[in-house]
């Protein structure tokens, strides 16, 4: 069989685009984890969706009784100033999954969370550098490792204190400060990756016909590593918002007055003693979020591995 003939075999034998997303439909939900883990990251994008149409009272009007146990009215109580946890709660979310503030006047909102969109450039950028590393060897592979090297020397907390210090506070800065501390961690996935199916019967085929460096990095390459890239982009998320979280606390994150479940949990600390409730909700709504996608990223590893045996 010569070579054009074997690559038309391998090529009439990948499935389809809608047999591959029912087969990775059916990967989920095979595992109960991981439907454990969607259903709980569900939930918050539903409420998050809710949120932009309705939230039982403005999120920040402080009309009500300061520090109000859960109540009647109040299902989880008011903070300090005297506005409605359940209503912060549910606007919060929107900041982390579903709406991106541009700088500017009038602060004009893109579609896709600060999170979603902080993973998203790490992916592109790592997986970018990543595939070249790994695929063209020699001082492509040197030159990148080692500048990422070096950028994963330093504690992921320096440099997003780093760039907030030189760029300042906002959304797009907070999206910029995830891409760079995340990239260099999914190159190095993508690297490893690409060591290893570049030595594959179909890159050999790929490469004998002449195909492009970029068709063979993009075309052939990345399709066959999304497995092992789409679980580490669900652990990211997870991190992006711890990571969003603790910028809040620290007073650094995202800009006030919009709600964000880590600067509620710094405004509610000062008020510990007298109302719990301020500090357990925002901590109990990033641990389920990140809880949620932990279940859903190891349930789908798990998966990926028995489907690939």
Do not use: C
Request: proline share 5%; net charge positive; hydrophobic share 50%.
């Amino acid at each position: 069989m010569t070579v054009a003939q074997s690559t038309a075999h391998l090529r009439t034998n990948r499935p389809s685009r809608l047999q591959s997303w029912r087969s990775g439909v059916s990967i989920v939900f095979e595992s109960r984890i991981a439907t454990v883990g969607l259903a709980m990251v569900a939930f918050w994008f539903i409420v998050g969706i809710v949120s932009l149409f309705w939230t039982p009272f403005p999120p920040n009007a402080n009309d009500f009784k300061q520090n109000l146990s859960p109540n009647g009215i109040n299902i989880l109580g008011t903070d300090h100033l005297g506005r409605d946890i359940l209503s912060r709660l549910m606007t919060g979310t929107q900041v982390i999954l579903l709406k991106t503030r541009l700088p500017g006047d009038g602060g004009i909102d893109i579609p896709g969370g600060v999170a979603l969109w902080g993973v998203f450039f790490s992916l592109l950028v790592g997986a970018v550098l990543g595939l070249n590393a790994g695929y063209r060897g020699g001082w492509w592979d040197q030159v990148i490792m080692q500048v990422l090297d070096a950028m994963i020397a330093f504690p992921s907390i320096v440099l997003y204190l780093v760039i907030i210090a030189a760029l300042g506070q906002g959304d797009l800065v907070v999206i910029i400060a995830i891409a760079v501390t995340g990239a260099p961690g999914v190159a190095r996935l993508v690297r490893s990756l690409a060591l290893d199916i570049k030595t594959r019967d179909y890159i050999r085929a790929a490469e004998t016909r002449g195909e492009s460096v970029n068709f063979i990095l993009f075309k052939e390459i990345l399709p066959n590593a999304r497995g092992p890239i789409l679980v580490d982009a669900m652990l990211r998320v997870g991190y992006a918002i711890f990571a969003i979280g603790t910028l809040g606390f620290l007073g650094i994150g995202l800009p006030p007055p919009d709600p964000d479940w880590g600067n509620m949990v710094n405004e509610a600390r000062r008020t510990i003693f007298v109302n719990q409730w301020a500090v357990v909700w925002p901590a109990v709504a990033i641990s389920t979020l990140v809880i949620g996608l932990n279940l859903f990223a190891d349930g789908l590893r798990e998966e990926l591995t028995r489907f690939q045996k």
